[in-house]
């Protein structure tokens, strides 16, 4: 009688390695738990995994690396230009289909540039000298900026309308514009070359070689007695321009010296024995503490700064002292007061409507002594206002307190 029974505890066919690796798998996660176990037990198991996270991270870098050099190292992906020969014959690249629009490829086209409409074309030097008329808002430094050249070129080129005076600039003057820096000037009988060279601080050949002049130097003749037509105007390139001295009040004028004041005109004041002493500081001469037209510059010879004023506003004495000039100037200042300090200082005030001081009287700081104009050389009402030594004008800004 044949026996049906099977054994299943027996292995079947094809089945007797699937027990085998189950139990290998078992016995290394049991290895591997135990290994962690003793790493965690010494404390560590947060380093290693540390650990292990940064060296993953290292060796993925490098993967990426390497990719990318095996992918750019092609053939195919060389730059153009970069001096080796084309391998084989140049493919002819298929028309585009219409409609398709190819990527753009900087490499071949270079940096790319936006297209400038406008076109910077360089000033080129002039070679004549232009003439220019005044327009209502103009200063002297705006024009000479707007040829290139110094506020003093502007003056030395048209002495006979500003007078060395910024204030003399009115609309509708027309201008002499010269080509460079210099000095233009009318030839006076009986002048030599080296006299008017030196004077102006250059060589006889600077003017005589200059092309404007139309001098030739063979025709020139002695330089103590020139071949130059008395009357000619002529270009002195780089001529140190000095500013005319009757422009300005002079220097110096003291209650003991007041009598270079005279040439001012008829405000000019007899001399004073003692008198009130100022303090050494000044105050403001003007309730506005702004300035409202010209600052103090020594490139346009403006000696003093314009403060803001109504008409009639009070001008007070910036300190005290004696009064040694009270009355009309002659050149440009209109009304003016000058006041003696007695400490080494001098201050003056210009184009007045009214006086209320005379000469020889004691002021003290901050009395009124007058009002704001708009007399001599002046646009609009304003104070001209200057501190002066025996020797120098200097800058009010310096001496005054903060606004």
């Not at 380093?47 to 993925?60: C, E, G, K, Q, Y």
Request: glycine share 12%.
């Amino acid at each position: 009688m044949q026996n049906n029974f099977k054994d299943e505890s027996r292995p079947r066919k094809g089945d007797t390695e699937e027990p085998n690796e189950t139990s290998k798998r078992k016995e290394r996660q049991n290895r591997t738990s135990g290994w962690m176990q003793s790493l965690l037990q010494m404390g560590l198991g947060e380093s290693f995994l540390r650990a292990a996270t940064n060296i993953f991270s290292v060796l993925a870098i490098a993967v990426v690396i390497w990719l990318a050099q095996a992918y750019f190292l092609q053939p195919g992906s060389k730059v153009r230009g970069s001096g080796e020969p084309p391998q084989g014959p140049t493919p002819i690249a298929a028309a585009p289909e219409p409609g398709f629009s190819a990527p753009l490829d900087i490499s071949s086209i270079g940096i790319l540039r936006l297209t400038d409409p406008h076109t910077n074309v360089p000033s080129r030097p002039r070679q004549e000298i232009e003439k220019y008329t005044v327009q209502a808002g103009d200063t002297v430094i705006g024009i000479a900026d707007k040829y290139g050249l110094q506020p003093k070129t502007i003056f030395a080129a048209n002495y006979y309308i500003l007078l060395d005076d910024p204030h003399n600039l009115q609309p509708g003057q027309e201008l002499n514009i010269l080509p460079v820096d210099g000095v233009y000037r009318e030839w006076q009988a009986g002048e030599g070359l080296n006299g008017v060279a030196g004077f102006y601080g250059v060589k006889p050949e600077d003017i005589i070689d200059y092309p404007l002049n139309h001098l030739d130097p063979s025709t020139i003749g002695d330089y103590a007695h020139p071949n130059i037509k008395p009357g000619t105007w002529i270009i002195v390139p780089g001529g140190n321009y000095q500013y005319h001295a009757p422009g300005q009040v002079p220097l110096g004028i003291t209650r003991t010296n007041p009598a270079s004041a005279q040439v001012g005109g008829p405000g000019a004041c007899p001399a004073v024995n003692g008198g009130a002493v100022g303090y050494g500081t000044f105050v403001y001469p003007t309730p506005k503490h702004v300035l409202s037209g010209f600052d103090y510059s020594t490139k346009t010879n403006h000696l003093g700064i314009d403060l803001m004023g109504n008409l009639g506003d009070p001008v007070y004495a910036a300190d005290g002292g004696v009064v040694v000039y009270a009355g009309w100037n002659n050149y440009g200042y209109g009304n003016m007061i000058m006041i003696d300090h007695g400490t080494g200082f001098q201050t003056l005030y210009g184009h007045l409507s009214a006086i209320f001081v005379n000469c020889g009287d004691n002021v003290t700081q901050g009395q009124t002594i007058g009002s704001v104009g708009s007399t001599g050389h002046s646009s609009g009402p304003h104070l001209h206002f200057e501190v002066r030594t025996a020797s120098n004008v200097i800058d009010p800004w310096d001496v005054l307190p903060a606004p």
